[in-house]
């Protein structure tokens, strides 16, 4: 008998139109041991969707993210927890599989699959891909990972848990920050590669990119990292180099002056909110 130890775990709100693909994906997933839900209060049709699929759903009452993250890992049974966003698809019934054999080859308690957009018809999505490229896929030591594709030894991932401050975002920063001064090791896989619908609208983007912000102020305010409110201004230049090395990515200069500016009125914004809530 194949070992089924991998616990997945989607927390989701209000992504009825992706949900069913990753969902899909999951069915006959090696070494797929459960799929739990965590619904976000959605108002659309995510859980009767999620319902087709598993009976592990649960909700986090609109507590946040990081709650929902907490709920799924507390219901968790596998040994590894693989924490995959609605937007993902995965390409093949074994990447999973594969970040897990990684995993213990290197010795780590964390590991994130590398991202590529599952399609780029708009120049935001263009541009997110290139973005990505550089800042996850092609980096040698990242400190704070995302939590789009990753898994997480069940142990480790219990002994650090998710701070229920972070309800917007910044969760994911947040955790790998005390995650590894706890000592466990982390990374990006040389090889496992997932799709990912990265945000196609002006809208949604600014939107995101917003929560991106508000949640980089929280963060500040537990972790005092003052200069982190800073780099969002940073994107800018940044944006200068990669247009500056990549021709194609020229185009790109309005991504990162957009994702610069959204990310700092997200901080300016919640500052705001922690300031009269005082």
Not at 161 to 177: G, N
Request: proline share 2%; with cysteine.
């Amino acid at each position: 008998m194949k070992k089924r130890d991998i616990s997945v775990v989607i927390c989701v709100k209000n992504r009825a139109n992706l949900l069913e693909r990753l969902l899909k994906s999951l069915q006959n997933h090696e070494r797929v041991l459960e799929i739990i839900v965590v619904d976000g209060n959605s108002t659309d049709s995510t859980l009767e969707i999620a319902k087709r699929y598993t009976k592990r759903v649960y909700s986090d009452n609109g507590r946040g993210l990081a709650t929902a993250r907490n709920i799924g890992l507390i219901h968790a049974r596998g040994d590894y927890i693989a924490f995959i966003d609605s937007d993902v698809e995965l390409p093949n019934n074994y990447v999973l599989s594969e970040l897990v054999n990684e995993l213990e080859k290197k010795k780590w308690e964390g590991i994130h699959a590398k991202i590529i957009s599952s399609k780029t018809q708009t120049l935001l999505e263009f541009c997110e891909d290139i973005h990505l490229k550089y800042r996850l896929n092609q980096a040698k030591k990242i400190e704070r990972l995302p939590l789009s594709a990753a898994i997480i030894k069940r142990e480790a991932a219990l002994n650090v848990k998710f701070d229920p401050y972070f309800s917007i975002a910044a969760e994911d920063s947040d955790f790998w920050v005390r995650f590894r001064k706890k000592g466990y090791k982390y990374g990006v896989s040389e090889n496992v590669v997932v799709y990912h619908s990265h945000r196609a609208s002006l809208r949604e983007f600014i939107k995101q990119k917003i929560g991106f912000g508000r949640g980089r102020c929280r963060f500040v305010t537990k972790h005092g990292r003052i200069v982190w409110l800073l780099t969002p201004l940073g994107l800018i230049p940044y944006g200068i180099l990669v247009t500056t090395l990549c021709k194609k990515c020229r185009k790109c200069i309005g991504y990162y002056l957009l994702y610069a500016l959204t990310q700092t009125y997200g901080i300016l914004l919640e500052a705001m909110n922690i300031i009269f809530k005082k």
